[in-house]
């Protein structure tokens, strides 16, 4: 079974630019979650698709946004890029809903802004 | 309340000695308990899990230690190898939340 896919794998930016990051979900899978890593903050929760409604959200601001296909597939793009949107951009999949439930990660997409 | 703390931050171990991290939670509510391994270059990918009716879960030589009265949760790794040399974050989840440590960098030595 294929596992999570992320492309592009790293992306250059400079600040005012907006990019579209993509995701594929193992297959099956009807959850997918983006998170942003950081070496400060750690793994940072941004939002959760489930069924191409986004069921959860975390605290980052509306130039965060994203969606999610009728194939699981899903995107995520940020809008007006400032110099700390830099890092590593990691989507993940699970069969349901994340609660209580694995989460299986891709590779992410490490995002550079100048 | 939502916040997991992780410690240390690093971590350096001899090859075949104990690795400990520690995690500890505030909100009562959560009651699934991930710890993930990430290698560079690659997503955390999941290590071992546990619910808060047990108070310990082996998987091979990692082990979690789970004390719900103290709402703490550690990982033990047992004879630790330089390939466990990784990122380690604890999670802790309710409901359809998840909340990640600031993660821990182990390096055994050889």
């Known amino acids: 079974k294929a596992g999570v896919t992320q492309t592009p794998r790293y992306l250059i930016k400079t600040r005012g630019q907006q990019v579209t990051l993509s995701c594929s979900p193992i297959s099956g899978h009807r959850s997918v979650s983006w998170y942003q890593q950081t070496p400060g903050q750690g793994l940072q929760f941004l939002f959760e698709y489930f069924s191409e409604t986004q069921r959860n959200k975390g605290n980052f601001p509306g130039r965060f946004s994203g969606r999610q296909f009728s194939n699981s597939r899903s995107e995520m793009n940020v809008s007006t890029l400032e110099l700390g949107d830099s890092a590593l951009y990691l989507c993940?999949?699970?069969?349901?809903?994340?609660?209580?439930?694995?989460?299986?990660f891709g590779p992410g997409t490490r995002l550079t802004v100048l | 309340q939502q916040q997991v703390k992780q410690s240390p931050q690093s971590l350096i171990v001899q090859k075949g000695g104990i690795s400990i991290i520690n995690c500890a939670y505030e909100?009562?509510?959560?009651?699934?308990f991930p710890w993930y391994q990430q290698f560079p270059g690659k997503g955390p990918a999941l290590l071992i899990a546990?619910?808060?009716?047990?108070s310990e879960k082996k998987e091979g030589r990692f082990t979690i230690s789970f004390n719900k009265s103290a709402k703490q949760f550690s990982l033990h790794i047992m004879d630790s190898q330089p390939g466990d040399s990784a990122t380690y974050f604890c999670?802790?989840?309710?409901?359809?939340?998840?909340?990640f440590g600031k993660g821990t960098r182990l390096h055994i030595l050889p």
């Open positions: 546990i619910r808060p009716d047990v």
């Open positions: 993940a999949s699970s069969l349901v809903l994340v609660g209580g439930n694995e989460q299986f």
């Open positions: 999670a802790a989840q309710a409901g359809d939340k998840i909340i």
């Open positions: 909100n009562t509510a959560f009651d699934y």
